[in-house]
């Protein structure tokens, strides 16, 4: 017996009235009308059924900690980083797991299947480490969690982070992190950088470092990642994630930059909600926007993600776990509305980041995982524009959350019997 019949969907590839039939927590066909016997039927009504969302870049030790043990006063990056420098040797680990799943389960429910978070290995202890561990374990069945080994306190700037990461590699950590612009000095940051990279090399990793997190136009450690990715042969394995400093560099220097970062496979990860917050803080009037330069970096080929960053910790007191608001930023940021760059926007939180990650089995296509979620949009730019209801959210073949359709009865003067949907017919 066949696990689960979605009829009459849409598609984000424009396809419209398919099927589609999940067997074995497997997508076994995609057509027109399949008729077909399975446990359980639902009728998509012509609505868009989508590859689940995908957060290319997140924090889970730090979230939900908002307030503890006070809030960030002035907003900003630094004050945040000394924050959660007070919070950690206050963290325990079983808070830390339950705070995880707490996350894991708003995820679900948005249709978000599928997470990178750094976890920080500048404490010896590892608690943050072995807590996500056991939480990537745990919500296994339901959300792939990778996890990024991230040194926050500088690699060679904090005594014993190099051999922390290594320990968190070792307990099973899957990916190589970095933040070579909080080293000492630029050449710390670069040698942090090659260090990194040399070690994502040996272990066969993937490697994604915060990079250029600053309106420095002079922080150019994205050259040096490219650089030994490329000399490293690490292709396709590579990201840098924030990559603000872009936006303020000189334009001569990001004509060269950019075609390097293709030609060495590295990939960009902005952060829409909370570079914008963030970046820009030095500035009077005008203020500098910080995001990467996303437009230019899709327009040359490079993979572009929007990723969530932070949901409720010491660097934003906001947030939701909603892709499709990360997207909405994103777009309005980088001014893409145009209908293709709109688009762009979407895939900017579901295939493109799947990419990154290498998750196995992502897409909508006959021999994929049967993961999808039915969104009440009909397309994924009115996905964006209403922030969608996840109608229903499906793993492996199953239903794992669904959520009521957005209706609002109205009592209206001479509009008797009124109802609004966020959708128009
Ligand atoms: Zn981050």
């Known amino acids: 017996m066949n696990d ?18 999940c067997a074995g927590g497997r997508i076994a066909a995609i057509a027109p009308r399949i008729d077909a016997p399975a446990t359980r039927t639902l009728d998509a009504g012509g609505l868009l059924v989508s590859p689940p969302f995908v957060d290319a870049h997140f ?3 730090s979230t939900l900690t908002y307030g503890m043990p006070r809030v960030n006063a002035s907003g900003t990056l630094l004050e945040g980083i000394a924050l959660w420098g007070e919070l950690k040797p206050t963290l325990v680990q079983d808070a830390i797991v339950e705070r995880a799943l707490a996350y894991c389960d708003i995820a679900v429910s948005k249709g978000l299947l599928a997470i990178r978070s750094h976890v920080d290995t500048s404490d010896p202890r590892l608690l943050a480490v072995e807590a996500l561990v056991e939480v990537r374990a745990r919500v296994k069945p339901y959300l792939d969690l990778q996890l990024v080994a991230f040194p926050q306190d500088g690699l060679l700037r904090s005594p014993g982070a190099l051999h922390n990461l290594k320990r968190a590699l070792d307990l099973g950590v899957d990916v190589v992190g970095g933040i070579p612009h909080f080293e000492r000095t630029m050449a710390d940051g670069a040698e942090s950088v090659r260090v990194l990279c040399d070690l994502a090399a040996d272990r066969g990793l993937r490697v994604d470092m915060h990079c250029d997190e600053s309106d420095d136009p002079l922080s150019r450690h994205v050259e040096t990642l490219a650089y ?10 590579v990201a840098g994630s924030h990559l603000t400093s872009m936006h303020s560099m000189d ?42 330069r996303v437009p230019e970096l899709m327009a040359a080929g490079v993979p572009v993600a929007f990723g969530h960053d932070c949901v409720m910790d010491p660097w934003y007191p ?3 776990g909603d892709m499709l608001e990360v997207a909405s930023m994103g777009l309005h940021v980088a001014q893409m509305t145009g209908a293709d760059a709109m688009r762009a926007c979407y895939e900017a939180v579901t295939t493109t980041p799947a990419a990154i990650l290498g998750l196995e089995g992502y897409g909508l296509d006959v021999g994929r995982r049967a993961d999808f979620v039915l969104l009440e949009a009909r397309d994924p730019v ?5 922030r969608a209801t996840r109608l229903a959210v499906v793993r492996a073949g199953r239903v794992i959350a669904t959520t009521p359709a957005a209706r609002t009865t109205l009592d209206l003067p001479g509009r008797p019997g009124s109802v609004s949907g966020m959708r128009p017919n």
């Open 4 to 21: 689960l019949l979605i009829r009459d969907a849409a598609l984000p590839d424009g396809r419209a009235g398919v099927d589609l039939l």
């Open 59 to 61: 924090h889970m030790d």
């Open 228 to 237: 030994h990715a490329q000399r490293l042969k690490l292709h396709g394995r």
């Open 251 to 292: 334009n001569y220097y990001v004509s060269k930059l950019i075609p390097l970062m293709r030609e060495a496979g590295v990939a960009a990860i902005a952060n829409p909600l909370i570079n914008i917050t963030l970046q820009g803080r030095h500035d009077t009037y005008p203020k500098r926007r910080g995001m990467t």
């Open 318 to 320: 906001l947030g939701s």
């Open 382 to 386: 009115e996905a964006i524009r209403l």
